[in-house]
């Protein structure tokens, strides 16, 4: 039981789950993981029979599909009348999977908790009916992921500065009036845990965990930002200190998620993270991650690399770009003897914002490059990322088929 202080009081909360002496037998009983993913037979028995016991059931069905093939969805979108859009167009489409957002980039929770809860101020009532969503995706066999934004969280930045980064008295913000909560301090891991939960008692069947990392830049900035290092204030490496605290968040999540609700774990990450060993100011270490992730899902988008891979403007070669780093991607995942599942972020979106020369229009054929180079260097799940959730018609999502 934990007390958070948040919006204008304190709230009490206590995560419990409800689970009849029946539905515990019949948990015992039952045969657990529908796909190779999920948690091992082996893995079972190294887990305690009281977890095993009370494992979580929402009372939904969902089966792994062949491969990930998935949307991103705001909360607007599955709250609104865009959500129709999408299930028509996964179920026209090879599409099978929707990433929605159930804590968004700002830290609102996408719909209202119990009245009692500790989350009801930072909720938003754009999800209206999130249980009458769940049963429609199960209804299209839809493989729902809940997305929930980590350490970028302006609403609680500004409620609980201590859990911050401050600057001569004030919460630090970037150049886009983001704040960030501190990666140090254990109570923002288990905030958004807490959180995780809730998306896994509603069923989704997969937690995708973004913005796992320090602010872009904190390099630059480390020493004269104001921050607790909590459990890691010993440390002589300042990059290794805050790589630990990154990956040390990820296994504790999966810890508390993966035994007790039967969910993957994944993390967004940079795609250049995959380039180096350590990415110095942000503290992400794929391999390190990936150690503790069921899915790895790296943002690859073309547009959002500098001169690399000898492509001088990414955003104008899809397919190059997309297949030069697949097989970085495969040499770094190769070298783990239990690498999570690779599902790349793709770009379904025209960066326009690059400048004339910088940026084509994407389409069906941009889209469909990025598809192919994944599959062909052995990558067949992927996201489409498109923040305004309108996406490309047309496309041939298993183009190698």
Same mark, same amino acid.
């Given at each position: 039981m934990k007390k958070y202080a948040i919006g204008a009081g304190t709230a009490l909360l206590a995560t419990v789950?409800?689970?009849?002496?029946?539905?515990?037998?019949a948990e015992e009983t039952s045969d657990v993981g529908q796909h190779s993913h999920k948690v091992s037979e082996a893995k079972e028995r190294e887990l305690p029979e009281r977890m095993l016991r009370?494992?979580?059931?929402s009372g939904y069905t969902f089966e792994y599909p062949d491969a990930v093939r998935g949307t991103f969805v705001t909360g607007h979108s599955a709250g609104g009348s865009k959500f129709n859009e999408l299930i028509?167009?996964?179920?026209?489409? $090879?599409?099978?999977?929707? !990433?929605? %957002?159930?804590?968004?980039?700002?830290?609102?929770?996408?719909?209202?908790?119990? #009245?009692?809860?500790p989350y009801m101020d930072i909720s938003q009532e754009w999800i209206n009916d999130p249980e009458e969503m769940m049963a429609t995706l199960e209804e299209h066999e839809i493989y729902p992921i809940a997305r929930v934004v980590v350490f970028k969280d302006t609403v609680l930045a500004e409620e609980r500065p201590e859990w911050s980064f401050t600057q001569d008295g004030e919460v630090w913000k970037n150049n886009r009036g983001e704040a960030f909560v501190n990666p140090?301090?254990?109570?923002?891991?288990?905030?958004?845990?807490d959180i995780a939960e809730k998306a896994a008692q509603l069923g989704f069947q997969e937690i995708q965990f973004d913005y796992v990392r320090f602010p872009?830049?904190? $390099?630059?900035?480390?020493? !004269?930002? %104001?921050?607790?290092?909590?459990?890691?204030?010993?440390?002589?490496?300042?990059? #290794?200190?805050?790589?630990?605290?990154?990956?040390d968040f990820v296994a504790h999540a999966r810890e508390r998620l993966g035994g007790a609700y039967d969910v993957d774990v994944s993390v967004d990450v940079f795609g250049y993270a995959f380039t180096v060993e350590n990415a110095p100011g942000i503290g992400q270490n794929i391999v390190k991650i990936s150690e503790n992730v069921d899915v790895i899902s790296s943002m690859i988008y073309p547009s959002h690399w500098t001169p690399h891979f000898g492509l001088d403007k990414p955003d104008l070669y899809p397919y190059e770009l997309t297949d030069a780093y697949a097989q970085v991607e495969n040499?770094?995942?190769?070298?783990?003897?239990?690498?999570?599942?690779?599902?790349?972020?793709?770009?379904?979106?025209?960066?326009?914002?690059?400048?004339?020369?910088?940026?084509?229009?994407?389409?069906? #054929?941009?889209?469909?490059?990025?598809?192919?180079?994944?599959?062909?260097?052995?990558?067949?799940?992927?996201?489409?990322?498109?923040?305004?959730n309108n996406y490309t018609e047309g496309v041939d999502y298993t183009p190698l088929d």
């Open positions: 789950l409800f689970i009849s002496p029946e539905s515990a037998k009370f494992r979580y059931e028509e167009l996964t179920n026209e489409t $090879e599409l099978n999977a929707m !990433v929605i %957002d159930v804590k968004d980039d700002h830290g609102h929770l996408t719909f209202r908790p119990n #009245e009692d809860s140090f301090v254990e109570e923002v891991w288990d905030y958004n845990i872009e830049g904190f $390099e630059n900035r480390y020493d !004269v930002l %104001d921050y607790d290092h909590g459990n890691y204030a010993d440390s002589d490496d300042d990059v #290794e200190a805050r790589v630990d605290a990154v990956s040499e770094v995942l190769g070298q783990l003897d239990d690498p999570p599942v690779s599902r790349p972020w793709i770009q379904d979106f025209t960066a326009s914002y690059l400048g004339a020369g910088n940026y084509i229009p994407y389409g069906v #054929e941009e889209v469909e490059a990025q598809i192919r180079a994944l599959n062909e260097n052995g990558i067949d799940e992927f996201l489409l990322w498109n923040a305004s």
